[in-house]
Every structure is written in C-alpha cells, then in structure tokens.
C-alpha cells in the first residue's frame, strides 16, 4: 500500500467539492497553488465555461485527469431513449477532448428520474434492463474513441433517483457480460461513500482486478447524516474505514489517483483555499 | 396472492407509526375502533404503560401480535456485552407475556451507536462478527421459550447507527448457519422499505421459504427522502412496487399480517384516527 503520509501527489479533485466556490478555471487555478496534480471535472462546469477554455486551463495547469464525471443516465422511456444517447456520446467526445482516462458512469434510476418527463414506473428490474442495454450502446461508441467506461455503483439510498446499480458485483456484471475478455475497456469507479457497507466489498474488489479499477473516490459517511444526497463528510469525520479499502484496492494493483468528491452543504460553505488545505491533510491522515 | 382489496384483516399495525400521538393504551383502543386485529408494539411503548397493563389492553381488545420491536443492538463493546444479553433476554420475557409470535431483532450497527459507551471503532467486519455471536446466545434464550427470533436486514444507509446486516442474503446466512434444520426457531423480517432496491430480493425471498419468512413489513420509500430516519412514506406515496414483494413471499406460502410500519414527521403530525383511515384504505389499493 502506498504511503500518503508524505505528500498529496495521489492525490485528485473532483471538481463537484468546491463547485459552488468558483467556476472550473478558479478550481484549477487552486489546484496548481496547492500543488494538486489532477483533477476529475464534471460536465455542467465545462460547459458553464466552455469546452476549449476548460482543455486550455487544464493543459495550461499541467493538470492530469482521473475521470470525466459523468455519463450515464441510461434509465428512461421511449421518447427519450435518443436523448441518452446522444448525451452520453457527447460526453465521451467531451472526455476525450480533455485527455480523460475514463468517464464516470452513473446509470440512473428510474426513468421519470433519470431522464425528466419519461413516464412514471415502479419497475426497477426493467431499468436494470435498460442499463445494461444502455451501456452496451455507449460501449461501442466509447471503444471506437478508446475512452474507458468506469460503472460507479451507487449506494442504495439513491436506487430510485440516481443509480439502480447498487453494489459491487452488479457493476461487474455489467462488466463481465459485455466485456468477458477484460480489455480494460470497462470497469467499476469506487466511492468508499457508496460501498463501505457492503458485506460482499473485500470479494468484489479482488473479483474486480487491476483490469477493472478504473477510479477510486474517497470521502466519509457522516453519524447523523443530515441530508441524503449533500451531508458527505470530509475523510476522518465519519465512520468508513478508508485504508482498509484503499488496501484491498491497492492489493489489486491499482496505482492510480485517490480522488476526494464531496457533495456536502457545510464544506461548499466555506472558502476553496480551506477546503483544498484540508483536503491535503486529510489525504495524508485518514486516507 | 391474497386479496387485500375487500377488507383489512390482514392488516397489522405497528405502534410506532402512531407513537406520537397516544400511548400504547390509546393505540389499542383506536385499533379497536377501526377493526385492526393486529399490532406489533414497541418495547418503550410497552414500558410506559406497564407490561402488564400492556398485556390487559391487548388482550381486552381481542388484538393478536404481529411481532414485538425490538430485539438486538448486539454490537458493543466488552464492557456493554452483558448489558446487552440480558436485555435481550428480557425483551424475550416480555414478548412471551405479550403472547407475540416472533421478536424482531435490529441487530446494530458500530458498538458506539448500538450501545452508547462502547469504545469507537470503525470495523464493521467485527461488528458483523459479533452480530451472529449475539443472535446465537439470544437463540438458545428464545428456544427455551418458545419465541421465534426475526432477523430483520436494514437499508444499508443504516449500517453504521442501526443495523450491520444489511440484505436479505446476509440475514438468511445467519439463519442457515445457527438453524440449519430449518425449525422455525429463527428467520427474517422483510420491510419493503429496507430491502426493494436489492437486485438479490426476489431470489432470496425464495430462498427463505416459508419457514423463514416471520414477518412482512410496508411502507414506502419517498423521492426525494428529506430525513434518512423519519421521512417514510404512506404506502402508494414512493416508489416502492410493493405488490410484487408481497406477492412473492405470499409465494412462498407467507399467510400472515402485512404489518404496517412507518416513521414520519409528516404522519405523527396526524390526528391518529385519520392515520388508520388512511392506513387501511391504502392496504386495500397500494399493497
């Protein structure tokens, strides 16, 4: 396992921690005053400055990617399956532009949600259905582009609005059904935040492989969590137990970014240049 | 599957939907009055009135019991274990007394939330650990008496305060290892609202059987859910399908209560009678 202790060169931002701060230019600006290597952007904030200015600034930085967050949203009726579609495409072509080593896939959940205006249902197993037809679609597009898809399971608390891929091993299944000779063209992005409960975690992550572990994310699940999607906690504050997954993900070979994504009320309150300091610290400590 | 559509016979109440507006005597009494013959109440409900006072108003109403919450909260630390057992084996004492067909057992999560006081840890593999120790020693308690013990999977957003076994699979692998035979000694207790998300749910459902399914749980899950613990939904409000879980454990030849549970700021902000009105015209269209 690596030592952290030392300095933050494994260490990523993904953009969404301070995205409410300043718009992708000021976080990169921050990124190079903190000596932060890479970065994982999301979509709305290159778009709120534009794609060629966003390549710019990171190319200027020197920045590295460790992702391009997100694709997905695969879940949705009829009249908006194009739409998904054609997102996605774009968001491949987006990532490449960067120099993203991957996307981010989040998969949706149902389809009312996933995609705003499908009709309304209950039926979870058909929008399993879709998303792995969906990803089956974007996978071809994205191999042509050479852009790996990394599925993020997401924890079960968002199963109806976000992703109905929930755990671990249904991400690698999606990943062994369509690419059984593990090209390296699909894997699974980790957020301790999704997965830590999991029973089955430690199995899966030795299932998953160095061919598999595209993205690693760390942040904490806070004791009470007071909002559902935005009370994330800075690693240390919580209950996980980072180092023992960052372990079992090291011991597969993985060597990649440590990327810190917090979507938290408290942290977006306060000032980058705080955030990113602590960030550093608790890179060095608690992950 | 059985028809819920004409009546409500199979509709059972569990107290703690209604715990802010009366106390357990006034519950009885408004179960009474609306023709539920079914309830499942809470120890704390039971204590404040006095068990055998508890006991005088069920049987005086003509009540039966759907189950008795709770039991468990087996994680703690060495100096809380004790304390742990024995009020475990109290619980036992008094569902015996209340004539309840089975305890349901929330199990714990870390040691410093199940028994406050524990030392703080952050190894949910231990506290797994020593969930199927405790559920064993409880066992040989409850055997003795008679008194069926059902394990009941929390949400995984639960895993850290309340409950460390987190899916169906998890809770039937405590059962196949501390009642292999399959006596009815031991089983699980399905809440809709901790297990839908779960791809495994319906093969795990068949791999209960009867003999394992003790109790059935409703309510519903919101979007979005503005409070983690107390945000349930009246059932047909979410996005839960619940008719297909009762359907198929009512495969499995589940016969009994579809026992009605929610925690809700919204609805202990009722008047209790039209929380009942309510209860049991959705048991008749929504499960």
Request: aromatic letters at 6%.
């Amino acid at each position: 396992m690596r030592d952290f202790s030392r300095d933050h060169r494994w260490l990523s931002l993904n953009t969404a921690t301070v995205r409410k701060q300043g718009d992708l230019t000021a976080i990169v600006e921050a990124c190079a005053r903190h000596g932060i290597r890479a970065i994982d952007p999301w979509r709305d904030q290159v778009a709120a400055v534009g794609l060629e200015r966003a390549v710019r600034a990171v190319k200027d930085a020197g920045l590295e990617l460790s992702g391009y967050c997100r694709g997905g949203m695969f879940t949705a009726d009829a009249a908006h399956r194009i739409e998904a579609r054609d997102d996605n495409r774009r968001a491949v072509d987006e990532a490449k532009a960067l120099g993203a080593p991957c996307i981010v896939l989040v998969v949706g959940g149902l389809p009312q949600y996933s995609r705003p205006g499908s009709a309304v249902t209950k039926d979870i197993a058909a929008a399993r259905t879709q998303v792995h037809d969906g990803v089956a679609e974007m996978l071809d597009y994205a191999r042509r582009a050479k852009l790996p898809l990394a599925i993020e399971p997401l924890h079960p608390a968002y199963a109806a609005d976000r992703a109905c891929v929930n755990t671990t091993r249904q991400a690698l299944d999606i990943c062994d059904a369509l690419d059984p000779a593990r090209t390296g063209a699909i894997g699974v992005a980790l957020d301790v935040y999704h997965i830590w409960w999991d029973p089955e975690l430690m199995g899966q992550i030795a299932r998953a492989g160095k061919d598999r572990l595209l993205a690693f994310h760390v942040c904490d699940w806070l004791v009470p969590t007071k909002d559902i999607l935005n009370d994330r906690g800075m690693m240390g504050d919580g209950v996980i137990d980072i180092r023992s997954v960052r372990s079992a993900v090291e011991a597969q070979g993985f060597a990649g970014y440590s990327e810190i994504e917090i979507f938290s009320n408290d942290w977006w309150g306060r000032p980058m240049d705080e955030v990113l300091q602590t960030c550093i610290e608790r890179h060095r400590t608690a992950v």
